[in-house]
């Protein structure tokens, strides 16, 4: 959510999720992705949301350099 508005998805369609030093990176196929910042999450730690996507979307989170 942001100030322009509510974005809203279902997370089994999230393909991949990439990880960088300050993003994570929501992949839904080759022409459709969402970038977030870590720095701006919310409601427990970086580890936390990545073991909640593990989970959520059942494919690990892949570090990119």
Same mark, same amino acid.
């Given at each position: ?14 393909? $991949?999720?990439?990880? @960088?030093?300050?993003?994570?990176? /929501? ?5 459709? =992705? ?7 999450? $919310?409601?427990?730690? @970086?580890?936390?949301?990545?073991? /909640? ?5 059942? =494919? ?6």
């Amino acid at each position: 959510e942001t100030e322009v508005g509510k974005s809203e998805f279902a997370y089994e369609k999230i393909v $991949t999720v990439a990880e @960088t030093r300050d993003y994570f990176v /929501f992949l839904f196929s080759a022409n459709h =992705a969402q970038i977030y910042d870590k720095t701006h999450l $919310t409601g427990g730690t @970086t580890e936390q949301f990545k073991a /909640f996507i593990r989970e959520t979307v059942g =494919a690990d989170v892949v570090f990119v350099k």
